[in-house]
């Protein structure tokens, strides 16, 4: 299992995509998700509307780069803004990135994605059961809002269709997490990805 923390390894919420708790995660051999705005002419990492305080995409990278840090584990981007394709694109090709994702844009946005080249998930849930250019999308972000609505089946459908899988851990819309992981580990993927707010008790699950 790939365990992806979401919006860094934190211990307090105003710790969530900053610098250090996206660090801190890489440190731990763990993989990323985050979430990209603009702020004027910036690619800042921002969930919600983006203030001075807001951390720069590049200043994270760089980060990375001048402390070896990656160590290509994956770093998945929550698009949060119109617009930013190509930016993104030329920022994650300075820092030479290659075990990325996008996810979460809107429709329209994806395709200018998948056209500029820019790595991409698309999204399947119990409201989005017919996922935008499933085709062209290296992988599926699963969701699951109200309910682990998806069977073992539908996973290895997905598996066979040689795409891949980030799963969406129950907790971060509230739920406990054990049923989801106990299936996970019993499927026995090692490719599969998670994003989570409990990376630390995810690794030692799955382990």
């Known amino acids: 299992m790939n365990i992806l923390c979401h919006r860094g390894l934190w211990k307090r919420k105003d710790e969530r995509n900053t610098i250090n708790s996206l660090v801190n995660a890489h440190i731990e051999g763990f993989g990323v998700e985050l979430d990209l705005r603009d702020r004027g002419s910036q690619i800042v990492i921002s969930h919600d509307i983006p203030t001075k305080g807001s951390e720069l995409f ?10 070896h840090y990656n160590n290509n584990t994956t770093i998945a981007i929550n698009i949060k803004a119109d617009g930013l394709s190509r930016k993104i694109k030329k920022i994650i090709n300075e820092y030479n990135i290659s075990n990325y994702f996008t996810f979460d844009m809107s429709n329209p946005e994806m395709l200018r994605y998948n056209n500029a080249g820019v790595i991409f998930f698309t999204r399947l849930s119990e409201y989005e059961m017919s996922p935008v250019l499933e085709k062209e999308a290296m992988g599926i972000w699963l969701d ?22 980030c799963f969406v851990s129950p907790e971060l819309h509230g739920r406990a997490f054990n049923k989801q992981w106990a299936m996970l580990k019993d499927m026995r993927h090692d490719d599969f990805l998670l994003c989570t707010d409990q990376a630390i008790k995810a690794k030692g699950f799955f382990r």
Do not use: H, P, R, T
């Open 58 to 67: 590049d200043s994270y990278l760089n980060e990375l780069k001048e402390n």
């Open 144 to 165: 699951a809002f109200n309910k682990e609505w998806y069977s073992i089946e539908d996973i290895n459908l997905i598996v066979a269709s040689g795409k891949s899988i």
